[in-house]
């Protein structure tokens, strides 16, 4: 049997197989293969891990991205600021995710929608 050259790789943030924000999530989806923490991945496949921890934070419900566009232009500009700032761990692709300005408006919306309706409640 051949060994699998894992050609195709997921980044699965949220799995019951992990027990830590270890920064071991890389998989390999053809061969299963958990490939642990891999610095040379997370550098030439950023985009794959952001894209990976932005679909994750969605179907957690705890953002929302509008449509596959959108994704993929918030999963590319968190890979870049990962680049300039040379930082690629999880916690820090979050934090990107939240302060992307396609997403960073959620704030002010729901700070003028409670204003417009406190006041009715007096
Ligand atoms: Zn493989």
Redesign the pocket.
Known sequence: MAE?????LTWRSVSDQREALDEAAWV??????V?GFCPDLDRSHTEIKTHCILLDFHESKLIYVSNGITGLVIAENVAARCHEQNRYDQWSILAFILDDPNLNTHGKFWQDKAREQLPRRD
């Open positions: 699998c050259n894992h050609p195709d390999c989806l053809n061969c299963d293969a490939l």
